[in-house]
């Protein structure tokens, strides 16, 4: 089962106002139904804030009904196999996403996506890695696949960088960047996804 991580990192000895910022518990859960609001306003920012990272224009992302939302939240927190999570601060504020789900078009695959931390909460003491170590358990408790990927742009060597430290490693497959087929993305696997767990 997955339940809710905490992320408490503060930096000692710390000080100054970025620094208390970060000294912090983040809670990450599962989205729950009814928060489409919350997810069309983290989407909407990601996609403006980080354009090149998705495969979808803030322009059409804005221009779904409310419907679409309300769909999408329903989906991503009952779906056996298909989840987003949500990482919160001490105020209850959405500070970040990542999601996991199989691949439709490619059997034996899943993949983690939508993976966002706002501004003020990036860095080593922000919830980036508790929300894809939830995303990557998500997908090995409860998808069948084999393998677990992400794309990442050719332009974020940020993204990859962080990945890497994750553990993934460039499988060496590129993929046309949907909103602009003259980039690609570089498509990172998990390659101890199915390794046994455990001590």
Not at 79 to 101: M, S
Request: hydrophobic share 40%.
């Amino acid at each position: 089962m997955i339940g809710k991580k905490n992320a408490r990192l503060p930096r000692p000895g710390a000080v100054g106002p970025s620094a208390m910022m970060r000294i912090m518990k983040y809670d990450v859960r599962r989205i729950e139904a009814g928060e489409w609001r919350e997810l069309r306003a983290i989407r909407l920012e990601a996609l403006a804030d980080s354009p090149n990272a998705f495969g979808t224009s803030h322009g059409a992302a804005a221009a779904l009904p409310d419907s679409a939302w309300r769909e999408r939240a329903a989906r991503a927190a009952t779906a056996p196999d298909d989840a987003l999570f949500v990482a919160l601060d001490e105020t209850g504020t959405w500070t970040g996403t990542a999601a996991a789900a199989p691949i439709p078009d490619i059997p034996g695959t899943a993949h983690v996506h939508a993976v966002y931390v706002t501004p003020p909460h990036r860095g080593p003491d922000g919830p980036a890695r508790a929300l894809m170590d939830t995303a990557v358990d998500f997908a090995r408790a409860h998808t069948a696949c084999a393998w677990l990927t992400l794309g990442v742009h050719e332009d974020n060597h940020r993204a990859r960088a962080f990945y890497r430290r994750l553990g993934f490693t460039d499988t060496g497959k590129r993929v046309p960047y949907p909103l602009d087929p003259a980039k690609v993305l570089h498509i990172l696997g998990c390659p101890d996804f199915r390794a046994p767990q455990g001590g």
